[in-house]
């Protein structure tokens, strides 16, 4: 049974029903509530008078389950008002139909959350577009778009400070000297229009204490009031531009701007990195604002969203963040003022596609290309997708926006689905960055395992000398990827996933990447009492030897085990930024949107990490983390050098980024999609089934293949399987994937997922749908 999104601390008493007749003839009315859990019908639930109007949307909590525990649901159907008897749900039906009548007792709705729904209608038409497109229920689609603290915490409100009095009065009363400097304050704020003062202003303007001032409230010299806290608007000063854009800029910025207001449209923004992309985003979402609507920018990562967000208030007036690292009032501040049309500009990770704007007049996808868009767990969406889907159903211009566009979007493109924009250049003309390809099997000492080759380690000295910073790409945690006997070729495995177990130095434990578990190192194989060894690359590796390389350089890693919240990632970034560190060793967390113009060199320590991967997007993935991390140098007047460590030279991948080559390389790897019918030239549906036992997985799929090839039979879909998933076991259950290939997107849902509660009725194991998939993993 899947886990309830949202389950109060405690249990409700057995509750009451009513009869659904008698429920009608007494003013109420009967209502579908999808719960938010994996159940694919509406319950039937009595809506008493009492409990006021209803409104599809409407979050409520209502006695679920045999235990009847008080569980957070959606209105999702409205029954007939008036006297009549109510017919059961159809089973996966969310549209009101029904099937045979049959008279009896209803549950009553517990609690309204809201006096209005959350949703208004575009997204609730969005919720029930990700539900069966996504094959996801109802109920859990629509917990993932309303987070759970929104309605939970009162309005926050600050203190503001009028003058009430005049300067002959000031001059009548015995004041102290910052008591009167308070009162100049505001009487200059007020000649500049300006009135109230926040009394954070003003505390900090004049000196005066929180004691002091309000006792010019005691003796009618100001009126102090208390009002809901609002996002602060923007100073003219503070809105001004450090610089005009270019002829590329501007050309691009007549394109975006002159769909805005003119309905849907896809915009495909592909600019070389440091091509002044954000300069671009920051003036069509001002346009936006003039005309006064909101705009919706979203970013890959939590990290890049604090950053992105420094940058926005600098120059946009009353911006929101929404993601999950915030606490939940700042949530449900962030979250009500973008519902009530104060928030301007609406920022965050995918999520932030939800946000509930009323005037919405743009949506910006910036990095479109990165997996990280695709949610992990139900609904499994990618954010890209559904910004394009919002902005259809509300008739606004999206713009997706990378220098190593998906292929997928730029095989829209190609098609004519989306407008390509380019920017081809870098700002003020910088060039690009030279690129080096250095093949290690050549640099390479006999008895000697070095992960940093003989050029690349020259070439940080000679920056460290010019007191230049250095960027390190290792994409793989950990020390040593494998713990392995060669005495009895037994390797450290995952006791609850099929993959290897990852050596941590600072630690001395070694932890699996897919499930956390953690355990110590043997002293001794357990297998035949043999000296174990460590094989394979890792980040913590390469950050031991540059500290012997290097000893007195600064160095600092980023990645995944060390910055664990949004405020370290940013502690380090400030602190590479200002000069206190030399080189930054990160995972791809480094290849996102830096820009640090002291950084001259970048180095790729193994470019093979991502290209081993066996995976049909192995090579897209591989040409866009060197090309992205390669834009992080030579970013101002500093010229820019980078080098690519790899035992694979002559990949295409490879070699079309070192020559900064995307249109070669999408129309290489388009061609050889296209030969083997893989994405984006198709689409693939995964169904996979989980369970504790082997056999029983095998049983479950089986019976869910043999009734999706009868329901698609005469349909153009290719059904491939049931067969063991490519990591047969991870978090303890064994994995077996049915895969299903169309040629076009939503041939499949429309058939499965009015029958999907059918379907998987003699299913007894967990189901995962996985729609566009990014990783076949």
């Not at 999104?5 to 009869?19: L, V």
């Not at 949703?119 to 689609?141: C, F, K, N, V």
């Not at 003039?290 to 970013?299: D, E, F, P």
Request: with cysteine; net charge positive; charged share 25%.
């Amino acid at each position: 049974m899947a886990k309830l999104f949202h389950e109060p601390a405690d249990d409700a008493k057995k509750q009451p029903t009513q009869s659904a007749d008698q429920l009608l003839r007494d003013g109420g009315r009967v209502v579908g509530v999808a719960v938010a859990a994996n159940l694919w019908r509406a319950f039937d639930y009595a809506w008493p008078a009492g409990l006021g109007e209803c409104a599809l949307g409407q979050r409520v909590r209502v006695p679920f389950g045999r235990g009847d525990k008080l569980t957070l649901g959606f209105v999702a159907r409205l029954g007939s008002e008036g006297a009549g008897r109510v017919s059961d749900p159809e089973p996966g039906g969310l549209d009101g139909s029904a099937d045979r009548l049959k008279p009896r007792k209803l549950k009553l709705v517990s609690e309204v959350l809201d006096a209005e729904p959350q949703l208004d209608a575009e997204l609730w038409q969005l919720a029930q577009w990700i539900s069966r497109y996504y094959l996801t229920p109802l109920g859990m689609t629509l917990a993932a778009m309303v987070p759970s603290a929104v309605g939970r915490h009162a309005p926050q409100s600050e203190s503001v400070v009028y003058l009430t009095s005049t300067r002959d009065q000031w001059k009548a009363a015995r004041l102290g000297p910052h008591q009167k400097k308070a009162l100049d304050e505001l009487y200059e704020a007020k000649l500049q229009g300006i009135e109230p003062v926040t009394m954070e202003l003003l505390l900090h303007h004049s000196g005066v204490s929180l004691q002091s001032a309000r006792r010019l409230k005691d003796r009618d010299l100001v009126r102090i009031e208390q009002r809901p806290v609002r996002l602060p608007e923007l100073s003219d000063e503070a809105a001004g531009d450090a610089f005009e854009p270019n002829a590329d800029q501007q050309a691009a910025l007549a394109q975006i701007e002159k769909r805005l207001g003119a309905g849907f449209s896809v915009t495909l923004l592909h600019g070389v990195t440091g091509s002044g992309k954000t300069e671009v985003y920051l003036r069509a979402i001002r346009k936006v604002i003039a005309s006064g609507r909101q705009a919706i920018l979203l970013v890959p990562e939590i990290a890049l969203a604090t950053q992105t967000l420094a940058r926005l208030t600098a120059r946009l007036p009353r911006v929101a963040v929404l993601h999950s690292s915030l606490t939940s009032a700042q949530r449900a501040f962030y979250y009500q003022q973008i519902r009530d049309g104060h928030a301007a500009v609406v920022v965050g990770p995918r999520s932030a596609v939800f946000a509930p704007t009323r005037k919405l007049g743009l949506i910006i996808v910036d990095e479109e290309h990165e997996g990280s868009y695709k949610q992990d767990n139900a609904p499994r969406y990618h954010g890209r997708d559904v910004a394009v889907m919002r902005a259809s159903l509300a008739g606004v211009p999206v713009v997706l926006g990378s220098a190593t566009p998906s292929l997928e979007s730029m095989h829209n493109a190609r098609q004519g689905k989306y407008h390509l924009v380019r920017l081809p250049s870098r700002v003020r003309g910088l060039p690009m960055p030279r690129l080096e390809i250095v093949n290690l099997r050549k640099e390479m000492q006999p008895g000697r395992i070095e992960l940093i080759g003989k050029t690349l380690t020259m070439r940080m000295a000679a920056a460290l000398d010019r007191n230049e910073q250095i960027i390190l790409l290792m994409n793989r945690r950990g020390y040593a990827s494998y713990v392995f006997c060669p005495s009895c070729q037994w390797s450290y495995q995952c006791d609850n996933c099929t993959r290897p177990m990852v050596f941590h130095q600072a630690t001395r434990m070694v932890q699996c990447h897919y499930c956390e578990a953690t355990a110590a190192l043997p002293e001794f194989c357990p297998a035949c009492r043999g000296k174990l060894t460590l094989f394979g690359l890792g980040i913590q590796r390469i950050e031991g030897e540059l500290g012997r390389k290097f000893p007195t350089a600064r160095l600092a890693r980023m990645d995944s085990d060390t910055m664990t919240t949004p405020g370290q990632f940013e502690k380090v970034l400030r602190e590479f930024a200002s000069g206190e560190i030399d080189i930054l060793l990160g995972t791809q967390m480094v290849a996102k949107g830096l820009d640090f113009p002291r950084v001259s060199l970048v180095g790729v320590a193994s470019a093979d990490t991502s290209l081993i991967i066996p995976d049909f997007r192995a090579s897209e993935r591989t040409f866009q983390l060197i090309v992205q991390v390669a834009g992080r140098a030579g970013r101002s007047d500093v010229p820019g050098h980078v080098v690519v460590q790899t035992l694979h030279e002559d990949d295409p991948a490879i070699q079309y980024a070192i020559g900064h080559d995307y249109d070669s390389f999408a129309a290489w790897d388009l061609a050889t999609r296209e030969s083997v019918r893989l994405p984006p030239v198709t689409r693939i549906l995964r169904f996979i089934v989980r369970d504790t036992v082997m056999e029983r997985a095998s049983e479950s799929a089986g019976k869910l293949a043999r009734e999706l090839r009868r329901l698609l039979a005469g349909q153009e879909v290719e059904i491939i399987g049931p067969q063991p998933a490519s990591i047969l076991k991870l978090r303890n259950q064994f994995r077996i994937e049915i895969r299903l290939t169309t040629p076009r997107p939503n041939v499949v849902q429309p058939i499965v997922y009015p029958r999907i509660e059918q379907l998987l009725h003699d299913v007894h194991s967990d189901v995962i749908a996985d729609v566009d998939p990014v990783s076949l993993a």
